[in-house]
C-alpha cells in the first residue's frame, strides 16, 4: 500500500473525571490514503470527535493518550511538541469544527480571520493577504466576498458560517482535512453545496478527507470508505459499496437498519437495542457491544482480534455476519 495521508494505530485515551477515568478510546486503527474521503461513523459517544481532537493535538487538559500513534508524513503527531503541532495546523492539517459559530472568533471580522491563516501559513505578504481572503470567500460560495469578509461571525447565517470556517481550512491548501459534522443544523441544500466544496478542493488538490457524521446516507453519498465506532473502539472499516452491501458486524448491520430512507413510515424505524456501556467502569468487556449483540458467544469475552491500521478492511468481531447471510 502507498504511504498513507494519515495512519493511527493502537490510539488509546482517557480521560480522568471526578467520576472515574473515562476509557474514551481503546485502540482505535485506521487510515486514510492521499485523495480519499473516508467517513467515520457511530452514535454519540462512540469516540468519533475525541479521535479527531486526539489527532489535532487539541484534547480536552483532563485528557491523557495512553498509547498509540498518528503518523502524518513522516511525523507522529502525538509525540510532537506543541511548537511544531501550533506550524502543522492549518497548513498540513486543518478542521472544520461542528460549531462554526463558537470555533469563530466572535469579535473578529472573518476577513481578518482568514487572513490569520494566511499570513501565518501561506506565505501571503500583509498587502495581499486581504484580497485573497476576498477570493477564499467567493470560493466557497460566498456573495458579495467583499462586503462580508468585513462582517463579524453573528451578522452571518449558519451556512454562511460554515463555509467562512472551509474558506480557513482550505487557506494553506492542506494534505489532510477533518471536518466533524460540517452539516449539522443546515437545511438539505446547504449541506450538498458545503459538501460540494470540500469535494471539489480534494479532486483537485488530491487532499485527504476525514468526513465525521451520525448520517449513513450522507456517508454513502459522500465516502470512499467508511469506518464503524462503537464505545471507542473500530468495530468495522470497508469500502463504501462492500460496508452497505454486506455489513459484518452486527453492530453496522444494525446502524444501517436503523438508516429511514426516503420513503419510510414512522412504523419502518428500527432502533438498536440497548446503550453505550458506562466507560467508566473497571471491567469493561472486550467487546463493548457484546451487551447489545443478538450474536454474543462466550468467546465474546476474549480479546477483539487486533486490527491492522493499513489495510482497507478491518472487523472486531468473533462472531461476525457471515457474507452470503449479512445483506
Not at 483532563?62 to 510532537?80: F, K, P, Y
Not at 477570493?135 to 462582517?151: C, Q, Y
Not at 459522500?222 to 471507542?232: L, N, P, S, W
Not at 430512507?261 to 414512522?266: F, M, P, W, Y
Request: net charge positive; aromatic share 4%.
Amino acid at each position: 500500500m502507498a504511504t498513507p495521508a494519515l495512519l493511527v494505530e493502537d490510539l488509546s485515551v482517557e480521560f480522568r473525571t471526578r467520576g472515574g477515568v473515562v476509557k474514551a478510546l481503546e485502540r482505535v486503527n485506521f487510515h486514510v490514503a492521499k485523495g480519499e474521503t473516508v467517513a467515520v461513523v457511530g452514535e454519540s459517544g462512540s469516540g468519533k470527535s475525541v479521535t479527531a481532537y486526539a489527532v489535532m493535538g487539541i484534547l480536552d487538559p483532563a485528557a491523557r493518550v495512553t498509547s498509540g500513534r498518528a503518523v502524518l508524513g513522516a511525523l507522529d503527531l502525538l509525540q510532537a511538541d506543541r511548537h511544531t503541532l501550533a506550524g502543522l495546523r492549518g497548513r498540513e492539517i486543518a478542521m472544520i469544527f461542528q460549531n462554526p459559530r463558537t470555533a469563530l472568533n466572535p469579535i473578529r471580522r472573518v476577513g481578518d480571520q482568514i487572513a490569520d491563516v494566511l499570513l501565518r501559513h501561506a506565505n501571503v505578504t500583509p498587502n495581499a493577504a486581504p484580497k485573497t481572503a476576498i477570493a477564499l470567500l467567493e470560493s466557497v460560495g460566498i456573495t458579495d466576498p467583499a462586503r462580508r469578509a468585513k462582517a463579524y461571525p453573528f451578522e452571518l447565517s449558519g451556512g454562511m458560517c460554515q463555509r467562512v470556517m472551509i474558506a480557513i481550512a482550505l487557506a494553506a491548501r492542506p494534505s489532510l482535512l477533518i471536518a466533524d459534522e460540517p452539516t449539522t443544523g443546515l437545511d438539505v441544500t446547504t449541506q450538498a453545496v458545503i459538501m460540494d466544496i470540500i469535494a471539489d478542493r480534494a479532486a483537485r488538490t488530491g487532499m485527504a478527507t476525514i468526513f465525521i457524521t451520525h448520517d449513513l446516507g450522507l456517508a454513502a453519498e459522500r465516502a470512499d470508505r467508511i469506518v464503524v465506532m462503537h464505545a471507542g473502539h473500530v468495530v468495522e472499516a470497508q469500502p463504501k459499496a462492500a460496508l452497505f452491501a454486506t455489513p459484518r458486524h452486527p453492530y453496522t448491520a444494525a446502524l444501517i437498519a436503523a438508516t429511514p430512507g426516503s420513503t419510510s413510515r414512522l412504523a419502518d424505524l428500527r432502533t438498536i437495542a440497548g446503550g453505550l456501556p458506562d466507560l467508566r467502569a473497571a471491567d469493561l468487556p472486550a467487546c463493548r457491544y457484546a451487551a447489545r449483540c443478538p450474536r454474543r458467544l462466550a468467546l465474546c469475552a476474549q480479546p477483539l482480534p487486533a486490527l491492522d491500521a493499513a489495510q482497507k478492511t478491518a472487523l472486531a468481531c468473533h462472531n461476525p455476519l457471515p457474507v452470503e447471510r449479512a445483506a
